[in-house]
């Protein structure tokens, strides 16, 4: 009778400890990790990267969700941690605003305000991501934050030298349009050059798993968002991941003559929490060596 009742209380000790245990994973999973911001450095080293362009750093941010959990502290604090690092660019690839926030004109400046902080020698990109697409005033909120609206569309990037960059764009595919479509303007700029034209080239899109559907791809570096690398991870993989990403999730992939990096994302969607996936924004610094 004793060892029954001592078998008893230990599984009800072990039921504690286990109700405790998952009660303190929940509250850092939604009090704690969403609020902390990391940062993630690469090194890329291609040959197509001309010397002018050794050095050259970028700064990806992404999925900031604005008005969910990223709120003014949040963004404070990622502006100084950009700032710190001193980047060429700054490219921010969809979700500025989360969908459930509502805008008002007060927000808007808001929002515009805060980007307008970031820093960056040579420029500031923004596409759109699916949560973006609901506002009318997010055009507006990236051009009065200092950024280039590179949706569907491509710019060149001068350094110290004749040799130039090109950084292009596609909007969110929420709007059904194909990639191929989205960035035909652009392919036929880079076809109409051979000697003279940009020798390293960018892509900003939002969902990554839309670039196998490209069936041109003349770029060599893609950045993209959207996964948040399934905000609610295990130690080894994502539990769920939304559509767009099922592919293309973690930090990095080569794909032939490109390479892709994901970012984690900056804020959450659809539920306030994270668990072993801090929000992070990349570095990347361009080498030819």
């Known amino acids: 009778m004793a060892k029954k009742k001592k078998k008893k209380f230990k599984i009800i000790k072990l039921i504690i400890k286990t109700i405790f245990l998952i009660g303190l994973i929940a509250a850092y999973s939604y009090y704690i990790e969403p609020k902390l911001i990391t940062v993630h450095e690469y090194k890329i080293s291609n040959e197509n990267i001309t010397d002018n362009f050794k050095g050259f750093k970028i700064a990806h941010i992404s999925d900031i969700h604005y008005g969910r959990v990223f709120n003014k502290k949040q963004m404070e604090k990622l502006i100084?941690?950009?700032?710190?690092?001193?980047?060429?660019?700054?490219?921010?690839?969809?979700?500025?605003i989360d969908k459930d926030t509502k805008i008002t004109i007060k927000i808007s400046e808001e929002i515009s305000k805060y980007l307008n902080k970031i820093e960056a020698t040579a420029g500031k990109y923004a596409i759109s991501g699916d949560h973006d697409l609901k506002f009318d005033e997010w055009e507006n909120i990236i051009k009065n934050g200092?950024?280039?609206?590179?949706?569907?569309?491509?710019?060149?990037?001068?350094?110290?030298?004749?040799?130039?960059?090109?950084?292009?764009?596609?909007?969110?595919?929420?709007?059904?349009?194909?990639?191929?479509?989205?960035?035909?303007?652009?392919?036929?700029?880079?076809?109409?050059?051979?000697?003279?034209?940009?020798?390293?080239?960018?892509?900003?899109?939002?969902?990554?798993?839309?670039?196998?559907?490209?069936?041109?791809?003349?770029?060599?570096?893609?950045?993209?968002?959207?996964?948040?690398?399934?905000?609610?991870?295990?130690?080894?993989?994502?539990?769920?991941?939304?559509?767009?990403?099922?592919?293309?999730?973690?930090?990095?992939?080569?794909?032939?003559?490109?390479?892709?990096?994901?970012?984690?994302?900056?804020?959450?969607?659809?539920?306030?929490?994270?668990?072993?996936?801090?929000?992070?924004?990349?570095?990347?610094?361009?080498?030819?060596?």
């Open 80 to 96: 100084n941690k950009i700032n710190e690092q001193k980047p060429d660019i700054v490219v921010l690839t969809g979700d500025l």
């Open 146 to 289: 200092g950024f280039t609206n590179l949706n569907n569309t491509y710019d060149t990037i001068y350094k110290e030298g004749y040799s130039n960059m090109l950084i292009a764009g596609t909007s969110t595919f929420k709007d059904k349009q194909s990639i191929n479509d989205k960035l035909k303007t652009t392919i036929e700029y880079i076809n109409s050059f051979e000697k003279d034209g940009p020798i390293y080239k960018i892509l900003l899109m939002h969902e990554p798993d839309y670039i196998d559907d490209l069936t041109d791809n003349k770029f060599d570096l893609i950045l993209a968002g959207h996964s948040h690398g399934g905000q609610v991870r295990t130690p080894f993989c994502p539990i769920i991941v939304p559509n767009g990403s099922k592919k293309y999730y973690n930090s990095h992939y080569k794909l032939e003559n490109s390479d892709l990096y994901v970012s984690n994302g900056l804020g959450v969607s659809n539920y306030n929490f994270r668990l072993f996936n801090t929000p992070s924004y990349n570095i990347y610094r361009l080498t030819n060596k």
